[in-house]
C-alpha cells in the first residue's frame, strides 16, 4: 500500500498540504517513538515526486494526538513563516465539533449559542492544563464561541471557534463546566472512544502563503462518530 493510500489530502499545492489526521497519531515526534503525521507526509511527498534526500515539512499548528481532523503543513520555509504567523496572530479561522456529555447544567443547556472565557495554567507534571484566578502567575487568558448543533439523550453537538489556541483549551474549557468531551479521560470522561475523543477540527480558513486567497479545508468525521452518534448527528436544533 502506498503512502497516499492512507492520507485523506484535503489540499494539496507547490506551498502547502492539508489532510485529515486520525484519531490517536501525534501530529509530529518529539522522542521519536511514535509514528507520526508529519513523518507519513514527508514519505508521501519523497514518493509521489520521487525526491532525493531529505524532504523539507514545516509545522505551522498541531492538533492533540486524540484530536482528528483538518490539519496543514508548509512545504517550503516561505510558506510556514508565514502560515506560522498567521495562526501566532489568530489569523486562521478554525472550526471544531464536539460532542459533549452534560453531566451538569451548563451555558448550552438553557442557550443554542453564547461564549466561554477563562484564564488556563499549564500543569507540566500531569501534563494537564487548569482553570485558575486570573492574577495567577502565567496564566493565559482562553476565549471560545460555541453553538448547539444538536441534542439527544444526554450528549449535545457543539460547534466551537476559539479566538485564542492555548493548549488544550477547548477540552478543558468544556470539562471545567461539567460538560467533559466524550472519551476525554484526562478531562474526567469516563466513556471509550476508540484510540481518539470526540473533537474534531472541523475546517480551517488561511490566506495561502503566496497568493494570498482564502483557502478553506474540511474533515469528514471520523467513522466511530457516524455509527456512535448517529442520532445526534442526525438531529439539529
Given amino acids: 500500500m502506498s503512502f497516499a493510500d492512507s492520507l485523506d489530502i484535503l489540499h494539496e499545492d507547490n506551498h502547502c498540504l492539508a489532510l485529515n489526521k486520525p484519531a490517536g497519531w501525534p501530529t509530529t515526534h518529539f522522542d521519536g517513538k511514535d509514528e507520526t503525521v508529519d513523518r507519513l507526509v514527508k514519505a508521501y511527498l519523497k514518493e509521489k515526486y520521487d525526491k532525493p534526500g531529505n524532504v523539507f515539512l514545516g509545522v505551522v499548528h498541531r492538533l492533540d494526538k486524540p484530536v482528528s481532523g483538518s490539519l496543514v503543513f508548509a512545504r517550503t520555509s516561505k510558506a510556514a513563516a508565514r502560515l506560522s504567523e498567521q495562526f501566532r ?28 472565557e477563562d ?5 507540566d507534571d500531569n501534563a494537564r492544563v487548569e482553570t485558575v484566578a486570573p492574577e495567577t502567575p502565567g496564566a493565559q487568558f482562553a476565549r471560545l464561541l460555541f453553538q448547539v448543533r444538536g441534542r439527544h439523550n444526554g450528549l449535545i453537538w457543539l460547534e466551537l471557534r476559539p479566538h485564542t489556541g492555548r493548549k488544550h483549551q477547548l477540552r478543558v474549557q468544556l470539562a471545567s463546566r461539567g460538560a467533559s468531551i466524550y472519551g476525554d479521560h484526562k478531562y474526567g470522561s469516563k466513556l471509550p472512544f476508540g484510540n481518539g475523543i470526540a473533537l474534531h477540527a472541523r475546517s480551517l480558513t488561511f490566506l495561502h502563503p503566496t497568493s494570498k486567497n482564502p483557502v478553506t479545508v474540511k474533515s469528514e468525521v471520523p467513522k466511530i462518530w457516524r455509527g456512535r452518534f448517529a ?7
Fill in 231 to 237: 442520532h445526534l448527528l442526525n438531529t439539529h436544533t
Fill in 89 to 116: 496572530e489568530g489569523g486562521v479561522e478554525k472550526v471544531y465539533w464536539a460532542v459533549i456529555e452534560a453531566q451538569a447544567p451548563g451555558p448550552w443547556s438553557t442557550a443554542d449559542d453564547g461564549s466561554l
Fill in 119 to 123: 484564564w488556563l495554567q499549564k500543569d
